[in-house]
């Protein structure tokens, strides 16, 4: 008989789902929380999980230093490397390439960011690329690649997913976390519908307080036992499948991964220590399964290690993340796409954000009212920038580029891109993931050009002017100079055993 909550405390939390999610709200929660709370997780070994994000952000690294994780053991034991941005080719126009990267660019001032600059000093002749300001771009095309004290450069990592989701659950276990195997078979819920208790297969019930819903895009908690309502968003994100396999290594890996447009999607190229993941995502209405799968293997390099297999995918969200005394953490909780790599983080900061107004004394309206609105925010955010890439485009070779090219967007993004078409202005809020350069490389990358630009640096004379961007781009091309090759480093660094 499920056992109704006492007090109104919240003591023993369950996670619902293992995968990357669920181990990383079983890794922080047991970590950060454990003097307070009972951490379960339940897992099957019969159901298997998505274990494709294998490209990550630098925010990953600020959740692992919260835990306390060491980074040497955590890339040997997920067989990383190293990512400094994303290759995008063919987005703009067929033929076009462009990266993404992490890190500043160029040298601002307080009343203006480093475009107008560099904006200015085209109109003055000086036609050295935008790219040529960022080190962490000149690092990726040189191959090259250190960690520094000085946090000069930014960066994050390219994992074995599923090798990731046993590092943390090792991580969890130690920190005092439990793991049940079983199978859900029923989920019982109190009079007032809170969910009282996981039944596996088994005939044991697994009560608990509150509870984390990591089953992926079953939802098996937050969608069909407590209904929780869906918001589709695939008539701005119209790809919604992958396939993806993985391949040897048959190049030193690169630190980056690279995104090719296709004629219904794209394709992904994630390079680690041992493998390649490879993947294409793409949209059903224009590219069938067989065609997908056919075009990906015509594509990739390397001897195929596994059988392709094809993930289907509604690109939205839920309406509440947080409804009743379940959070929907990870793919249950909505999906963007894989594109800009934003999934890990998002489970990460979910979990933190969870831990920050974590219901210790009872769960309040409130509390789950400013989850929601942040989550909400956050995952908008996120699609908003999606959306740029597909939309911002002058491909009008297929039916799905044309389509992309003409739909109607959201108004938010509609207003950042005449924002930067007219003034070349970008902007970050504080709680946005991705920062304004991120902005102002894609939106340049992909063939907007601004058609003014702040004139405050208009009262430098050429000789200044060029002078200064001319010691901004030796300076980069000098810290450069002396990196090391990106996969040397890696192997004297956090090379994996067998390796």
Avoid at 92 to 98: A, K, L, S
Avoid at 152 to 167: E, G, K, P, V
Wanted: aromatic fraction near 10%; include cysteine.
């Amino acid at each position: 008989m499920s056992r109704a909550l006492q007090n109104h405390q919240v003591k023993k939390v369950v996670i619902a789902g293992g995968g990357t999610a669920g181990w990383v709200a079983a890794a922080a929660l047991s970590k950060k929380l454990g003097p307070f709370i009972d951490v379960v997780l339940v897992e099957s070994d019969q159901i298997g999980t998505v274990g494709v994000g294998e490209a990550t952000i630098p925010p990953m690294r600020i959740f692992h230093s919260l835990l306390g994780i060491d980074e040497q053991e955590f890339m040997r034991a997920t067989e990383a490397v190293f990512k400094l941005g994303i290759s995008f080719k063919n987005w703009g126009q067929i033929g076009d390439h462009y990266l993404h990267p992490f890190g500043t660019t160029g040298q601002g001032s307080y009343l203006a960011d480093f475009q107008h600059f560099w904006l200015h000093g085209k109109s003055r002749g000086i036609e050295h690329d935008f790219d040529q300001y960022s080190l962490e771009i000149q690092a990726a095309k040189a191959n090259k690649f250190a960690t520094s004290k000085t946090g000069a450069i930014n960066f994050a990592y390219h994992l074995d997913a599923t090798r990731y989701a046993q590092f943390l659950r090792t991580f969890s276990e130690k920190n005092g976390a439990t793991r049940i195997e079983g199978k859900i078979q029923h989920v019982h819920q109190h009079a007032n519908g809170d969910i009282s208790g996981l039944q596996l297969e088994s005939g044991e019930l697994i009560e608990g307080d509150l509870f984390i819903d990591c089953t992926g895009f079953r939802g098996l908690l937050i969608d069909q036992t407590l209904k929780t309502d869906y918001e589709d968003w695939s008539h701005w994100l119209p790809c919604d499948s992958a396939i993806a396999v993985q391949t040897e290594s048959v190049v030193p890996p690169v630190p980056y991964v690279t995104c090719t447009a296709h004629h219904a999607g794209w394709q992904w190229h994630i390079p680690l220590q041992h493998r390649v993941g490879n993947g294409n995502v793409f949209c059903s209405q224009f590219m069938s399964d067989d065609d997908a799968k056919q075009h990906l293997l015509n594509n990739i390099e390397g001897k195929v290690l596994t059988d392709p297999r094809v993930i289907k995918y509604k690109t939205g969200r839920r309406k509440q993340f947080w409804n009743k005394n379940c959070i929907a953490l990870g793919l249950s909780s909505g999906f963007v796409e894989p594109l800009e790599s934003t999934s890990i983080y998002l489970f990460m900061n979910g979990i933190v954000r969870l831990m920050r107004m974590f219901p210790f004394h009872g769960i309040t309206q409130s509390a789950m009212d400013e989850y929601n609105q942040q989550s909400i925010a956050e995952l908008e955010n996120v699609r908003d920038f999606i959306i740029l890439h597909y939309h911002v485009t002058q491909r009008e070779d297929s039916e799905f580029w044309r389509y992309c090219k003409n739909m109607s967007i959201p108004d938010t993004l509609s207003h950042r891109i005449e924002l930067f078409k007219h003034n070349a202005l970008a902007f970050q809020d504080e709680r946005e993931l991705f920062r304004l350069e991120s902005w102002t490389h894609v939106m340049l990358g992909q063939g907007i050009k601004p058609e003014s630009y702040h004139p405050m640096f208009s009262t430098m004379s050429d000789e200044e002017l060029m002078a200064h961007l001319g010691h901004i781009r030796s300076s980069i091309t000098n810290a450069v100079s002396k990196l090391p090759p990106h996969a040397t480093f890696v192997q004297q660094y956090c090379q994996a055993k067998g390796n």
